[in-house]
């Protein structure tokens, strides 16, 4: 396990993430159960007293396959020892561009979308680049299939129409599921929903990445493509819909 002056050193970056705190706190003594109060306290300890205004017991929850649950408490889980060892030695840090997309997720509305998101850059934190674009990829789609079942549902049919005399009209999410993503884009465009040149970066970049990431093949990227491609659908997506 990293060392307690590592642990210390870490918790007084201003900038890490209440979950990150919480991790380092729970790593102290990973063979001890700790409740919230307990949390809370040993927080203080270390400088982060604004620890007791935190839902110790949401972030704890949120943490999934980092921590363990208990009936005396919580510890970290492998991957949770894992995953704060990669972070104290430096292989994750909140400076880096991942932490910027952190402080961006506080700006997304829909708080089911924005755990989402959460997940999806926390893959990105632990080195698991094609499931970092996959899942974001496909809640970024889903978002603006809500939106367009939401507000845009008669324009959007009309257009599909004109481009498709086959296309039987779409009353639900799933009927949108039966268009090519490319396709639905392009009509976002066409309907005022996406501007120009996000579509093209939706469909040319961001597409194009999800489905060389889908599946097994010889493309490689690394780090900064994920972290660019997960900055480019939050704010162009998820925080404008």
Request: aromatic content about 8%; proline content about 2%.
């Amino acid at each position: 396990m990293t060392d307690t002056a590592s642990i210390k050193k870490a918790l007084q970056d201003s900038g890490r993430s209440q979950k990150e705190c919480v991790l380092l706190l729970l790593a102290f003594d990973e063979s001890r159960h700790m409740r919230p109060p307990d949390i809370v306290a040993l927080a203080a300890k270390y400088g982060r007293a604004e620890a007791a205004k935190w839902n110790i017991s949401a972030i704890l929850l949120n943490a999934k396959g980092l921590v363990l649950r208990y009936s005396d408490g919580w510890t970290l889980s492998p991957d949770g020892i894992t995953y704060v060892e990669e972070f104290v030695s430096g292989g994750t840090s909140t400076k880096s561009s991942a932490g910027v997309l952190r402080k961006e997720l506080a700006r997304i509305k829909d708080s089911d979308t924005r755990a989402f998101v959460d997940e999806a850059v926390s893959c990105l934190e632990r080195d698991l680049k094609r499931a970092a674009v996959v899942l974001s990829w496909v809640d970024a789609v889903s978002v603006l299939y809500d939106h367009v079942v939401a507000h845009k549902l008669a324009a959007f049919n009309a257009e599909a129409s004109r481009r498709d005399n086959k296309w039987r009209t779409a009353t639900t999410k799933d009927d949108l599921l039966r268009m090519k993503e490319a396709d639905f884009l392009d009509i976002l465009t066409a309907i005022s929903v996406l501007g120009k040149n996000v579509k093209e970066h939706l469909k040319n970049t961001c597409l194009n990445l999800c489905n060389s990431s889908g599946h097994p093949n010889s493309f490689r990227f690394g780090k900064h493509t994920v972290e660019a491609h997960l900055e480019a659908l939050i704010l162009n997506v998820f925080q404008k819909f």
